[in-house]
């Protein structure tokens, strides 16, 4: 299981919309819908933000949302706050109850 | 309200043996599959295994099989990471955190255990 591919970093100004990536394999990614994404503060656990592509939990908002085509999945930060800036971790499933992380995107507003 | 109550931090020096907890409530422990997660300083995050607490079935990622060990006590609520014999690399954060409803995604997570190794 390799760690899923994600941009080292990300920028954007108040207001703008960021997009990350999350590329895959048909074994993970392609195979399932079933991707996660995670916020993480500096010193901070990681939170959830999107599960199963594009659902929201409950008190996440809305300018948050996923999708995915193929192998690749995105996470799309519309109207970018001061407070979004993060880490941003991808997650799928890989099969067997398994998972994999992708490999981290730093999103920074300017 | 749910939560997991991890273990505090550890000073260990190499080759020692290490267990740490994560104590959850709120919801029914055995329900739920629980996860382990190590961050790297500076570094992302990586997915190490889990445990259905209920009928204690493990899965382990390729990397760490064999390195570590996932158990849980459904009696009381706790999960565990253990090291037989710790090494400088394994000096991280290990966060356990809970897989959701359609055992997709993590849900809940701990406060993180922070474990160093060093001589």
């Known amino acids: 299981q390799s760690a899923l591919t994600q941009p080292r970093s990300v920028s954007g100004s108040p207001g703008q919309s960021v997009t990350i990536s999350c590329t895959g394999t048909s074994s993970d990614v392609g195979g399932y819908n079933y991707v996660s994404w995670y916020q993480q503060h500096p010193g901070k656990a990681p939170k959830l933000m999107i599960y199963?592509?594009?659902k929201r939990p409950s008190g996440v908002p809305d300018r948050f949302s996923g999708s995915k085509s193929g192998n690749t999945a995105s996470l799309t930060i519309s109207g970018l706050q001061a407070e979004d800036e993060a880490d941003y971790y991808c997650?799928?499933?890989?099969?067997?109850?398994?998972?994999?992380f992708g490999t981290g995107t730093k999103v920074t507003v300017l | 309200e749910v939560q997991l109550v991890q273990s505090g931090a550890e000073v260990k020096k190499p080759g020692e043996s290490l267990k740490i907890s994560c104590k959850g409530s709120g919801y029914s422990f055995t329900s739920y599959w629980i996860g382990w997660v190590r961050q790297m300083p500076g570094k992302g995050l990586e997915w190490m295994g889990i445990?259905?607490?209920?009928?204690?079935?493990?899965r382990y990622s390729p990397s760490f099989q064999g390195q570590v060990t996932i158990s849980a006590d459904k009696s009381i609520s706790t999960a565990y990471l253990q090291w037989s014999s710790l090494k400088a690399s394994d000096t991280a954060m290990y966060y356990c955190?809970?897989?959701?409803?359609?055992?997709?995604?993590?849900?809940?997570w701990g406060q993180g255990t922070l474990v160093t190794v060093s001589s």
């Open positions: 955190a809970r897989l959701g409803t359609s055992s997709s995604s993590f849900d809940y």
């Open positions: 445990i259905y607490p209920g009928d204690s079935d493990t």
């Open positions: 997650c799928s499933y890989a099969g067997s109850y398994t998972h994999v």
């Open positions: 199963d592509v594009s």
